[in-house]
């Protein structure tokens, strides 16, 4: 997923990947915070994961840049 974002939708994805972080995820029996697992970069727009990221937190990510890819075609 490569896009190019406006700031103010980079600074609601951010936003949000920040809201993430405030709950922490098992990884490898260790308590980590989710920002550790992944890398957002915001132009073009990707995430990178680390090979040990949970499906699940992949799958909130992922729909986070979804949804405001979407926002930004209009869709």
């Known amino acids: 997923m490569r896009r190019s974002l406006s700031a103010d939708t980079i600074e609601k994805v951010k936003f949000e990947l920040g809201e993430l972080d405030r709950h922490f995820v098992e990884i490898d ?5 989710p920002s ?3 890398r ?10 680390n090979t040990n ?5 992949r799958e909130k990510i992922q729909s986070i840049l979804t949804k405001y890819i979407a926002d930004e075609n209009g869709s």
């Not at 990221?53 to 937190?57: D, W």
């Open 29 to 33: 029996g260790m308590q980590l915070k």
């Open 36 to 38: 550790q697992c992944y």
């Open 40 to 49: 957002f970069y915001a132009d073009p727009a990707h995430v990178l994961f």
């Open 53 to 57: 990221c949970p499906e699940g937190l």
